[in-house]
Each structure stands twice: as C-alpha cells, then as structure tokens.
C-alpha cells in the first residue's frame, strides 16, 4: 500500500505563487508516473501535471507555462510549482502516484488551492 501525504495548499492572491509538495512512503517498489490532477466544485477532476521516473512531464492546458512540475527519486517527492495563479486555478489538489504492481493509481487526501481576485 502507498500513502501520498500532500502540503503546501493554501490561499495566494491571482499572480501570485505556491508550491505544492507530496511524499510517497510505502513502497518497496519504485514508483511510474507521479503527479497532480485538481478538482473545482461541481468540476470533473482533471490532470494539472504529470512526470515520469526518468522526468518526462505533461500539464493540462490550463496550466501549461505556468506550472512545474519535477520530481525528487530518491525521496519520493513529487513536486508542483504554481506561477501566475488565476481564480480558476482553485480547486481541490490531489497527488497521484502509479505502481508498477497495480492497475489504478494511488491517490493523496487532497490539499485545497485557494486563488483570489
């Protein structure tokens, strides 16, 4: 079983900037791709960003040039870095990690993104 455990959520004002920061644990082995899907009320959740082990990324549309995302191997740390934040970007973030022993992704608890005007 992995457990992902998100930090960083939290309130910022339209332009500005947070980080976002998830911990994998429970592994033995090494994880495929980790990364960050949001949901905003009454929303589908959606893909922000995606990395793989050897570091190739994806983002949505939404959040391309604005975002990064990058990934720490040896701590099994996945982070994302939040540029430019629009209102828009407020949603619950949740943390996803894939297994190479399991067919569905692990999921965090989530961390709440505030963005105001």
């Known amino acids: 079983q992995v457990r992902l455990v998100e930090s960083g959520g939290g309130l910022a004002q339209a332009g500005g900037s947070l980080r976002l920061s998830c911990v994998a644990s429970?592994?033995?082995?090494?994880?495929?791709?980790m990364g960050w899907y949001r949901q905003a009320p009454g929303k589908e959740r959606e893909l922000v960003a995606g990395i793989s082990r050897s570091g190739s990324t994806k983002y949505g549309d939404s959040v391309n040039g604005r975002f990064v995302i990058s990934r720490d191997n040896t701590k099994n740390t996945v982070s994302l870095q939040m540029n430019d934040l629009k209102p828009e970007d407020t949603a619950v973030y949740y943390c996803?990690?894939?297994?190479?022993?399991?067919?569905?992704?692990?999921w965090g608890q989530g961390t709440q993104v505030t963005v105001s005007s």
């Open positions: 429970g592994s033995i082995f090494p994880l495929n791709d």
């Open positions: 996803y990690a894939e297994h190479p022993r399991h067919t569905v992704p692990f």
